[in-house]
């Protein structure tokens, strides 16, 4: 049977990605849930703002940096989504405060 690739497979948690509920697979990573909602290129380069995409998802590369609970430059292939996680995309330079 054909799954549809939108929707994780079993079991499921809930993560609020830019203020919206979102069901994710309970081992999917951040940069899976943020290439489901917003397409691979989901985010821009701090240098020139220019398109950028998860390229490795082994850690190696950092084009999937995104914003976890608030905290920046997260790299979305090394975090496992859980329960009532906040997740953003992160485009441009983000500074740490
Ligand atoms: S996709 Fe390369 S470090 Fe995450």
Redesign the pocket.
């Known amino acids: 049977m054909l799954r549809n690739c939108t929707e994780p497979e079993s079991p499921q948690v809930t993560v609020v990605v830019e203020g919206r509920a979102v069901a994710a697979g309970a081992d999917e990573s951040v940069?899976s849930v943020l290439m489901r909602v917003f397409g691979v290129e989901y985010r821009s380069s701090a240098i020139d703002g220019s398109a950028r995409a998860?390229?490795?998802?082994?850690?190696?590369?950092?084009?999937?940096l995104a914003q976890v609970d608030g905290i920046p430059n997260r790299?979305?292939?090394?975090v496992t989504v859980r329960e009532g996680m906040t997740i953003a995309r992160q485009n441009g330079r983000v500074g740490i405060e």
């Open positions: 940069a998860p390229y490795c998802m082994i850690g190696a590369c950092f084009e999937c790299q979305g292939c090394l």
